[in-house]
């Protein structure tokens, strides 16, 4: 294990374990404030089962930082993710960890 994936690993639980639930929450707020294109990708979202799947993704994440080979499951994310399915833009992604960052500080 690197050293930087041992600093997010803990940085990450700090952040979310004395509320799971809330820090998800938070963290779409904060996503969907961002940006109004954003905003309207989400519009017909159910955000607590969305919070519930990117709770499962971020194992993924981890899981990712630590090895750098994308398993099944990121594979997966990234084409669900991709143009044929969400066409979520490049653009997107700084967003959503700017969203992040913020969330965890």
Request: net charge negative.
């Amino acid at each position: 294990m690197t050293i930087y994936h041992h600093i997010l690993k803990n940085s990450y639980q700090r952040a979310v374990i004395p509320d799971y639930a809330g820090f998800f929450n938070r963290f779409y707020q904060i996503l969907l404030a961002a940006d109004d294109e954003v905003a309207v990708l989400f519009a017909n979202t159910d955000v607590e089962r969305q919070s519930k799947m990117l709770m499962q993704s971020m194992t993924h994440i981890l899981s990712f930082a630590h090895t750098l080979e994308a398993d099944e499951n990121m594979e997966k994310l990234a084409l669900l993710h991709g143009r044929d399915r969400l066409n979520i833009s490049k653009e997107f992604y700084s967003i959503w960890l700017d969203s992040l960052i913020k969330t965890v500080s």
